[in-house]
């Protein structure tokens, strides 16, 4: 299994800025993506970050809301810009491992004042 | 496309007795199909997975589920919860294509609440 961390692990921000979440794994992995997690809901896929090529984005997501950078095989960042208190969630990032396995970082809790 | 429902949003057991979660879910292809746990402030963990081998799959911390096809469900059980068992359970299905990329549907999750 692959083990993920991410920084930083929770932020509180003002309105109108942006945040980059950092994801580093401990081996190099083929796919990795981004979820956001708002408070009570369930887990929801932002977006896949290639390797080398621009990110692939789910329905409702934006590359110009939620940049995406993928320089390797073992790290990617995803920045929330232009946040407002509506982007106040858990932020997931997560690697693709054997067997159809998605093994996930623990979070970064992001408040939005 | 695929989809998972979780039919329980909240599930309350007696330490000690049986604890069952209901997932069924939509799938276009041959699925893959996890049951991912999170506890408070915590990360989330893989409990088990069904990729299409035993239809009966055994997990972590004594937890098992059944995929049945015909009744497209994959139920999460355990015969004796624990006060740890206590935490969110999500139902999580992939359909088995390369180009799908493993991308990972998540069911609504199931909250579970173990009395002592």
């Known amino acids: 299994s692959a083990v993920i961390s991410q920084k930083p692990s929770r932020d509180i921000c003002q309105r109108g800025t942006s945040l980059t979440i950092q994801c580093q794994v401990d081996s190099q992995v083929t796919m990795m993506f981004w979820y956001r997690q708002q408070p009570g809901q369930s887990l929801t896929l932002i977006a896949t970050?290639?390797?080398?090529?621009?990110?692939?984005?789910e329905s409702g997501f934006v590359i110009d809301k939620f940049p995406i950078s993928r320089p390797n095989l073992t790290f990617s960042t995803l920045t929330v810009s232009n946040m407002s208190p509506e982007d106040s969630s858990i932020y997931l990032c997560s690697a693709s491992g054997h067997r159809y396995e998605q093994y996930f970082g623990p979070g970064t809790r992001l408040t939005v004042t | 496309a695929q989809s998972v429902t979780q039919l329980d949003s909240h599930v309350s057991v007696s330490e000690g007795t049986p604890v069952l979660l209901r997932c069924n879910y939509s799938s276009s292809y041959s699925p893959s199909l996890f049951w991912y746990v999170q506890h408070p402030n915590k990360g989330l963990q893989l409990l088990l997975k069904y990729t299409s081998a035993a239809t009966l799959v055994k997990g972590i911390n004594g937890f098992e589920a059944e995929f049945k096809k015909s009744e497209t469900s994959f139920h999460l059980t355990k015969p004796s919860a624990h006060m740890s068992d206590a935490a969110e359970y999500f139902c999580v299905v992939s359909d088995q294509i390369k180009a799908a990329g493993n991308k990972l549907t998540f069911g609504g999750g199931t909250r579970v609440l173990v009395k002592p």
């Open positions: 970050a290639n390797q080398g090529s621009e990110a692939t984005y």
